[in-house]
């Protein structure tokens, strides 16, 4: 998608997640390289954490002193109902058909990932993953995003694996951590850098460009190499030996 802005220049924009190209060969994708890694990150890095927080969660904590009393005739599930619906069998189909209206809980985590699997595998005539375990769908799955990139629907996989991922913190409490980064953004010269958990991109916060480590690297070094040139600390003051500690400290931070 393209966005014409008043001084007349175009901005071509992610389908996916709205942000600004910078890379001439994403422009004729559904997805920039920034979604796609952070699908991969998802997938490949985050998911397994999480997996983990869920299946150590299941059963519910019963501390606490005193004997346990139910005034209830009906035995209360030992385990918890969210984790156990995510964690649970999937029935293999999109829509599970519910004509009561009693089902409840967040839909496993295999139903959604192994949706996805089969579309995919059926589009490429591909084996798909020898079980249906998460890790494994998801492992599978990552390894695709590349060639869904040139389809209209990652955007509908990035916004479903989106909400799953927030699902699962939700129940885990396991969110990932943004931290700052001592370093001016390349584009726009703002302290706004920041890296966050199982995330392989650098974003700024001013505006909104993402980076990948090399990027950062590669921006710190120019933005050394110009303002030593000019004998500034990139705001047009004089270049103190403090600034140019701070920016020789923000290059090797990069690496």
Request: proline residues 7%; charged residues 30%.
């Amino acid at each position: 998608m393209r966005t014409t802005l008043a001084s007349g220049d175009t901005v071509h924009r992610c389908p996916t997640c709205k942000a600004g190209l910078r890379r001439p060969q994403e422009t004729g994708r559904h997805a920039c390289e920034a979604c796609l890694r952070r699908l991969r990150d998802w997938l490949l890095a985050e998911l397994p954490e999480q997996l983990d927080a869920l299946r150590r969660s299941v059963v519910r904590d019963s501390t606490g002193g005193g004997p346990r009393v139910s005034t209830s005739p009906a035995a209360h599930i030992p385990g918890r109902e969210d984790v156990l619906s995510l964690l649970g069998p999937f029935a293999p189909m999109d829509r599970i058909p519910d004509p009561d209206g009693d089902q409840a809980g967040p839909l496993p985590l295999r139903g959604t990932l192994y949706r996805w699997v089969r579309r995919v595998r059926a589009s490429r005539d591909l084996t798909g993953p020898a079980t249906q375990r998460e890790e494994e769908l998801a492992a599978w799955l990552a390894e695709q995003v590349a060639w869904c990139a040139e389809h209209e629907w990652i955007t509908e996989l990035y916004a479903d694996l989106d909400s799953m991922m927030r699902t699962i913190r939700g129940i885990t409490r396991l969110t990932p951590r943004r931290r700052p980064i001592a370093q001016p953004c390349p584009r726009c010269a703002v302290l706004g850098l920041v890296e966050e958990d199982w995330q392989t991109f650098r974003e700024c916060t001013a505006c909104g460009t993402r980076y990948s480590r090399e990027e950062l690297r590669l921006g710190a070094a120019a933005w050394l190499a110009r303002n030593t040139a000019e004998g500034t600390d990139g705001a047009g003051a004089p270049r103190s030996a403090r600034s140019a500690a701070r920016v020789d400290t923000a290059a090797r931070g990069s690496e």
